[in-house]
Nanobody, 120 residues
């Protein structure tokens, strides 16, 4: 049973920083990719950042230059360093992991989410 547990959310003032962590119950090298998504009230879930097992990363335009995704394979943990936070970053942040089982079949695992609130 795969479990992803997020932590590190909280309340921060605009311009501040937070570091989110996602601890996996299995070797994260088992996943083809991991990432962070977020969902603000009344909005659809959106992708924030992803990182592959080969350490290639991608970011949403809205966070590029401010957020950094990284991972520590020894700790089975993925991080999201969030700097220069803005009120529009306020959302529940979810950790995601994906296993590509074939070219047409994949399976996604999700954490329970951690709340990030940025005050102005």
């Amino acid at each position: 049973q795969v479990q992803l547990v997020e932590s590190g959310g909280g309340l921060v003032q605009a311009g501040g920083s937070l570091r989110l962590s996602c601890a996996a119950s299995v070797n994260i090298f088992s996943f083809n990719a991991m990432g962070w998504y977020r969902q603000a009230p009344g909005k659809q879930r959106e992708l924030v950042a992803t990182i592959t097992s080969g350490d290639m990363s991608n970011y949403a335009d809205s966070v590029k230059g401010r957020f950094t995704i990284s991972k520590d394979n020894a700790k089975n943990t993925v991080y999201l360093q969030m700097n220069s936070l803005k009120p529009e970053d306020t959302a529940v942040y979810y950790c995601n992991a994906v296993i590509l089982r074939s070219l047409t079949d994949d399976y996604n695992y999700w954490g329970q989410g951690t709340q990030v609130t940025v005050s102005s």
